[in-house]
């Protein structure tokens, strides 16, 4: 069984967890950088991204967290987990540090500071099953993706119509809306899945090299 953290600095832990754990994951918190040892995979809630990046830096998680995913721990961030693994930030704080790896520029509260929240259909590919039903608080988008980013989805209608939501880039998963708040388990089944096959990944090489 899949051992799955998710970062409890700050924002939807709970939801997260209860996710994970409905897609056959052993689900624990990580707040300490020893904690990431014990992990085969990382989700990064949402919250506020500001808070949770200064809450990151004051535990000393920063650059374990960047030294994990570089090593390739498969990772999943929402909303403001988006904001932490992307490489570039526009509408943050020039002061905001964000963990990365993910090759992608996001906006955040990119759908306007007056829309506190709401919900929309979201276009998939690369997720079988038809759209996705998806809830935005106070969400970001992608304003623009590198060659090696896969995009998973897309808003239908409104005035966002057609805005990148959802990113894979191998081993890491971004999403502006929130799965783990909404019955689809779409999201988390991919991102287990991914974590899966990583460690089966691993069992291998490790194979290899008592073969070898
Ligand atoms: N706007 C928030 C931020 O900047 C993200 C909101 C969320 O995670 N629901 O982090």
New binding site residues.
């Given amino acids: 069984v899949p051992v799955i953290g998710v970062l409890a600095l700050q924002?939807d832990v709970r939801e997260h967890l209860a996710a994970l754990r409905a897609q056959g994951a052993e689900a624990v918190t990580v707040r300490r950088p020893a904690e990431l040892a014990r992990i085969d995979g990382l989700v990064v809630p949402?919250?506020?991204?500001?808070t949770m990046a200064k809450l990151a830096a004051r535990f000393e998680l920063l650059e374990p967290l960047r030294a994990a995913i570089a090593g390739g721990l498969p990772a999943y961030g929402s909303?403001?987990g988006m904001?932490m693994l992307a490489d570039r930030l526009l509408d943050a704080p020039a002061d905001q540090v964000t963990v990365g790896g993910l090759d992608v520029t996001v906006r955040?509260?990119a759908f306007g500071r007056q829309v506190d929240s709401f919900e929309s259909e979201v276009a998939l590919d690369g997720i079988a099953g038809g759209p996705l039903h998806a809830v935005f608080?106070?969400?970001?988008w992608v304003e623009e993706a590198g060659p090696e980013v896969r995009v998973l989805g897309r808003v239908v209608g409104g005035p966002a119509d057609g805005k990148i939501v959802a990113v894979r880039q191998g081993h890491l998963v971004a999403t502006s809306f929130?799965p783990e708040l909404t019955g689809d388990r779409r999201v988390h089944a991919l991102f287990v899945d991914i974590v899966r096959e990583h460690l089966a990944q691993q069992a291998g090489a490790v194979a290899g090299n008592e073969r070898g």
């Fill in positions: 924002g949402g919250g506020e991204s500001t909303c403001a904001i955040r509260n608080i106070r969400a970001p929130h």
